[in-house]
């Protein structure tokens, strides 16, 4: 894309399949008026069916937290999460009494993943039938490991780089970026954060896992917090929507390198 374009408000470019990208997680979420009863198997065993064909794995998970009031008095309050996955462990959705969640770490293509998606919610929609969404976002997050960060000057855009091009960076433990951008004429935001991060690091432990090297890390994050009513192909269709506007940022922030680098023909 020109150096000019705003990916903010600029048409979609053509998809260019990487079959070896460094895209090593997708995760679309949708919250919506807690539904309490989601606590309990009986009301969500229409759900599970529904989905159980794709998602034939599912566990039970509970998470704790502590909760200070105003005396500082520590209230423990747990949370239900059921996880569905497949076989391989490569899909899984979340749900919880507040949102329902599709990650995968296998992804293949947009019509794909948004697909999933939309069979997703029009289960919620028919079994557990909220009333209100009140949040809706999409989130890609890729990783460059090894030899691509001693070329990283040739796969990103240079406005990308920050220091990674001084003297300073030979002295940095870590380098991120993080911007937090209004889309124009909406009422949608896109959170983005870049750069590098040590061996043994995360700026997320629930979506980026750290590993035993350095690496490059792009995590754009596309949401609105609107309140609209929850309707499963409004919803699919509002996140096929961001996933174009996202892939127009990321095509902004790598170089044709970038592309030919993992396999693709711009």
């Not at 105003?70 to 076989?87: M, Y």
């Not at 433990?173 to 889309?183: I, K, N, W, Y």
């Not at 959170?191 to 896992?209: K, L, Y």
Request: glycine share 4%; proline share 6%; net charge negative.
């Amino acid at each position: 894309m020109g150096a000019e374009t705003n990916p903010l408000t600029s048409a979609a470019p053509g998809e260019v399949p990487l079959p070896r990208a460094p895209l090593v997680r997708v995760i679309a979420q949708v919250r919506f008026s807690s539904i309490l009863a989601v606590r309990q198997a009986e009301f969500i065993a229409a759900f599970q069916e529904a989905i159980r064909a794709d998602y034939p794995i599912l566990r039970r998970e509970e998470q704790r937290s502590l909760f200070f009031g105003p005396r500082s008095v520590a209230t423990p309050e747990s949370q239900v999460i059921w996880r569905f996955s497949d076989g391989e462990g490569a899909w899984r959705v979340s749900l919880t009494p507040e949102f329902v969640a599709l990650e995968t770490t296998a992804y293949s293509s947009r019509s794909d993943f948004i697909q999933r998606m939309r069979s997703i919610l029009r289960a919620v929609e028919d079994h557990l039938r909220p009333s209100i969404a009140i949040r809706v976002g999409l989130r890609y997050i890729d990783r460059l490991t090894g030899r691509e960060l001693e070329h990283i000057g040739d796969l990103v855009r240079r406005d990308m780089l920050g220091i990674v091009n001084t003297r300073l960076f030979e002295h940095a433990e870590h380098a991120l970026s993080d911007a937090l951008f209004h889309v124009p004429e909406t009422k949608e935001k896109i959170r983005a954060r870049w750069g590098h991060i040590p061996a043994g690091f995360t700026v997320d432990p629930h979506a980026i896992e750290p590993i035993e090297e350095r690496s490059w890390i792009l995590d754009l994050d596309m949401f609105s917090t609107e309140q609209r009513s929850f309707e499963a192909e409004a919803l699919a269709r509002d996140l096929e929507r961001f996933a174009e506007r996202i892939y127009t940022l990321f095509r902004w922030a790598v170089t044709e390198e970038f592309l030919c680098r993992y396999g693709g023909t711009p």
